[in-house]
């Protein structure tokens, strides 16, 4: 069996099943070989990682050698880790309680079909100026619903369109010019210092190689990084993530969390993911959304407050 990034876009429950479903397939003698970024649910599965780099394979190792890497030699492999426990969370910006509300949502309904019931029934929370705040809850619970649902007739769609930037979990349909570059220059003024400005954020994503090539001959996680940086050219004070470190390995996900800090000098950023390694390093917190509701808000400034975000998300 030939998996290709199997879980990007999966929340912990189903990322158990499908660890359910692999280990079942082992027992039965069968052989699996995953391509993958995410690793921590593999810790009870694989027999072996093999480290790919420049079309080769540079290293395989056992289970056991790769459980007992250091946090450095993960780095140095770019590998994410394969406990969560492990994750930190970096010291950040704690924002004035007295900073002003960017974006406030007040009890949004949404219904698809007569018979289906509400998705949506009555989702209210607000997130304030330069704050950067996770979106979290089960695959289906309505986290992208709610987001386009912003963009109804109820809210002043108009309006709202020229203050929020939705960058779409489906990179590929947000891109229009014959290049990279083109697509980060598209809709700016293109004078010395905005290509001086361009050419450093694409040598901060390992992108400056790929400048010259169609958006549409990237990789997966290429074409997420090239959204990431087109929301961050942007002018609009509101952006909004759908998963957007998936098929990012351990140095891609590090440098989009990164940026997305960088985002909120300027900017305000939702984040719709299932990512804890991203929710550590860019989240001030999480809204857990369920049963058609925002039900909960989770701080995110220790190791201990992801370890309660970890829960909810693991309770699903």
Same mark, same amino acid.
């Given at each position: 069996?030939?998996?290709?990034?199997?879980?990007?876009?999966?929340?912990?429950?189903?990322? !158990?099943?499908?660890?359910?479903?692999?280990?079942?397939?082992?027992?039965?003698?069968?052989?699996?070989?995953?391509?993958?970024?995410?690793?921590?649910?593999? =810790?009870?599965?694989?027999?072996?990682?093999?480290?790919?780099?420049?079309?080769?394979?540079?290293?395989?190792?056992? =289970?056991?050698?790769?459980?007992?890497?250091?946090?450095?030699?993960?780095?140095? +492999?770019?590998?994410?880790?394969?406990?969560?426990?492990?994750?930190?969370?970096?010291?950040?910006?704690?924002?004035?309680?007295?900073?002003?509300?960017?974006?406030?949502?007040?009890? %949004?309904?949404?219904?698809?079909?007569?018979?289906?019931?509400?998705?949506?029934?009555?989702?209210?929370?607000?997130?304030?100026?330069?704050?950067?705040?996770? +979106?979290?809850?089960?695959?289906? &619970?309505?986290?992208?619903?709610?987001?386009?649902?912003?963009?109804?007739?109820?809210?002043?769609?108009?309006?709202?369109?020229? !203050?929020?930037?939705?960058?779409?979990?489906?990179?590929?349909?947000?891109?229009?010019?014959?290049? %990279? +570059?083109?697509?980060?220059?598209?809709?700016?003024?293109?004078?010395?210092?905005?290509?001086?400005?361009?050419?450093?954020?694409?040598?901060?994503?390992?992108?400056?190689?790929?400048?010259?090539?169609?958006?549409?001959?990237?990789?997966?996680?290429?074409?997420?990084?090239?959204?990431?940086?087109?929301?961050?050219?942007?002018?609009?004070?509101?952006?909004?993530?759908?998963?957007?470190?998936?098929?990012?390995?351990?140095?891609?996900?590090?440098?989009?969390?990164?940026?997305?800090?960088?985002?909120?000098?300027?900017?305000?950023?939702?984040?719709?993911?299932?990512?804890?390694?991203?929710?550590?390093?860019? &989240?001030?917190?999480?809204?857990?959304?369920?049963?058609?509701? =925002?039900?909960?808000?989770?701080?995110?400034?220790?190791?201990?407050?992801?370890?309660?975000?970890? !829960?909810?998300?693991?309770?699903?």
């Amino acid at each position: 069996f030939l998996l290709d990034e199997p879980t990007a876009n999966l929340d912990f429950a189903a990322t !158990q099943q499908l660890k359910e479903i692999l280990l079942a397939l082992k027992r039965q003698g069968k052989t699996l070989l995953l391509s993958e970024h995410r690793l921590y649910y593999l =810790a009870d599965i694989a027999d072996e990682f093999w480290v790919m780099a420049d079309g080769e394979i540079k290293g395989k190792y056992t =289970a056991a050698e790769t459980k007992a890497f250091s946090v450095e030699r993960r780095q140095t +492999l770019s590998l994410r880790t394969l406990d969560l426990a492990e994750i930190t969370v970096p010291e950040k910006e704690l924002l004035p309680k007295t900073a002003p509300t960017a974006l406030a949502v007040s009890d %949004v309904r949404y219904t698809y079909g007569r018979k289906a019931g509400d998705t949506l029934s009555g989702v209210s929370f607000s997130v304030r100026e330069h704050e950067i705040v996770g +979106l979290v809850g089960a695959n289906g &619970c309505g986290k992208t619903t709610l987001i386009r649902a912003l963009f109804g007739k109820p809210q002043n769609p108009k309006q709202l369109q020229k !203050q929020v930037l939705f960058i779409l979990q489906e990179a590929e349909f947000q891109f229009f010019t014959n290049s %990279v +570059l083109h697509e980060l220059q598209y809709g700016h003024a293109v004078t010395p210092e905005f290509e001086a400005k361009t050419e450093a954020l694409l040598k901060s994503m390992d992108m400056w190689g790929c400048r010259d090539r169609h958006p549409f001959s990237l990789s997966g996680g290429q074409m997420q990084r090239l959204t990431l940086m087109m929301a961050y050219l942007s002018d609009k004070p509101i952006v909004i993530l759908d998963e957007p470190t998936a098929g990012q390995d351990a140095e891609s996900l590090e440098r989009c969390a990164a940026l997305i800090r960088e985002m909120r000098k300027k900017k305000t950023v939702l984040i719709i993911t299932h990512d804890p390694e991203l929710i550590a390093g860019a &989240c001030d917190r999480c809204i857990g959304l369920s049963d058609g509701h =925002a039900e909960i808000e989770l701080p995110v400034h220790s190791e201990r407050d992801l370890q309660v975000v970890r !829960q909810y998300m693991e309770r699903f």
